[in-house]
């Protein structure tokens, strides 16, 4: 396996990331835990008598009567919520990284779980005061958590998290990385709620002072200064040998890293970071849309999540006279372009059923589809762009609806679809599956999920980052909620001025 520049990957990276075969930026991207740590642990369960079946939702999937478009944004967003609102664990409140399968947590899942208390009580499924008291015990339990350069027995270093931690305890899972991204979309989450609990009550100031204490102790500079490539950020680092040797670089999820790095009041790094990354960017035409490659939809979502970037323009988005949101709705649009060309002959696809991200998939191997080879995987990156296709037939509903602020006319027809088509099988209580793929819809042996003969394979877990994307997406689409208080984040529009954006609401005191 190698990375974005050809070099092999470290050895411990090859461990957690056995089948991600894609750049170095997926390998420790917010993504998952490999399929091999999956494998091991549903091995483990399978031992012991309680391996993990599809989850059967306790109310019924599909409506017998169609949904208005409102209805049924609002029935999946409320699902969606309610992973993070029911699956924090009761001691840590640490989200878990996927669910029904057991699993560590994923810190990253945690920062979208903090965006989903702001949203529940926005729209009223919990109160604000439980989600208030759901929000300060998660900061003051974060705070908490033992920190030092140590292999074992803390939960980060520097103010930064490991990827993963034991959804109980709180410490480090295994030899996961200490991660610049994942540590990132968990300080978004931490100034999102930051902004949101702005009221005079002790529970609400304690909110923002802790919010603040948090952000504040990550020293973003190090993973700059100290790392292998400056003046890029380096992804991680493992205190058994010390930085990883890779950097954010390129177009993907790390726009925000930058941003937040570079907006940091106690250790930002150097203004020349974000130069240097977009110096690395490749642009050019994909299915008939000219935007900058990245793969999977999600590198094209995540930073959005959080960050308004309509309208708002850096040196690279002045050149090319767009900005950042347009160039999300283009890679939208050439995905689903991709997927009605369907050049792979895969079942399914059109333009009403499209998306290719991260996510789990059936098995790793080759199987024949339509007179051709097609290598299969688990857990991966999928993605289509002029500089990679990487498509297995499996589909993410996760990737189509993070997409929504973007695209709603070709999103909410293609969701609608989705849930129509395939039913109980790809949405239950908590929304939609990770995954499905309607290609393998003849019994084989799988390693996730189950196929449904006749139908296609159905993933039966929901995982973290993907329901956190999800419901973002869909607030910001519906309210703009998220973008809105972030506007108002004195570190984000200093991060992003240092970067040299201007116009749009920027101009805007």
Known sequence: MTGGNGQPLPPGLRA?????????????????????????????????????????????????????????????EHRTFSFFWDLADPQ??????????????SIAAVGFGLNAYAIGAERGWVTREQAAERTLATLDGLLALPQGPQATGVAGDRGFFYHFLDVHTGLR???????????????????????????????????????????????????????????????????EDGFIDYDWRGYNEASILYVLALGSPTHPVSADAWPAYTSTYVWGAFEGQEHLAFEPLFGHEYSHAWIDFRGIRDAFMRAKNSDYFENSRRAT????????????????????????SACDGPFDGVATVAGKSVEFKTYSARGAALTRIQDDGTLAPHATGGALPFASEVVLPA???????WGEHVYGRYGFFDAFNPTLAQPRAVQMGAIVPGVGWFDGDYLGIDQGILLAMIENHRSGLLWRVMRSNPYVRRGLERAGFEGGWLAAR
């Not at 295994?174 to 529970?203: C, H, K, N």
């Not at 009605?340 to 002959?345: E, F, L, Q, S």
Request: hydrophobic fraction near 40%.
């Open 16 to 76: 957690h990331r056995a089948t991600q075969a894609g750049p170095a930026r997926w390998a420790l991207s917010p993504r998952r835990a490999s399929a091999a740590v999956a494998g091991a642990l549903a091995a483990f369960l399978t031992i012991a008598g309680c391996a993990p079946t599809r989850f059967q939702p306790a109310t019924p999937a599909a409506a017998a009567a169609p949904l208005s478009d409102e209805a049924f944004l609002d029935d999946l």
């Open 92 to 105: 840590s409140h640490l989200i878990p990284d996927r669910w029904p399968t057991p699993s560590f947590s």
């Open 173 to 239: 899972f295994q030899t996961v990385e200490l991660s610049t991204i994942d540590t990132t979309l968990l300080m978004a989450g931490v100034l999102l709620d930051g902004g949101y609990f702005d009221r005079d009550t002790p529970t609400e100031r304690a909110i923002r002072e802790r919010a603040d204490r948090l952000y504040r102790r990550v020293d973003w500079a190090y993973f700059q200064e100290s790392a292998p490539h400056p003046p890029r950020v380096s992804m991680g680092w493992r205190p």
């Open 333 to 356: 649009l050439a995905q689903r372009a991709y997927a009605t060309r369907n050049p792979g002959g895969f079942a399914g696809y059109g333009p009403d059923v499209w998306g290719l």
């Open 415 to 421: 969701l609608r679809a989705m849930r129509a088509r």
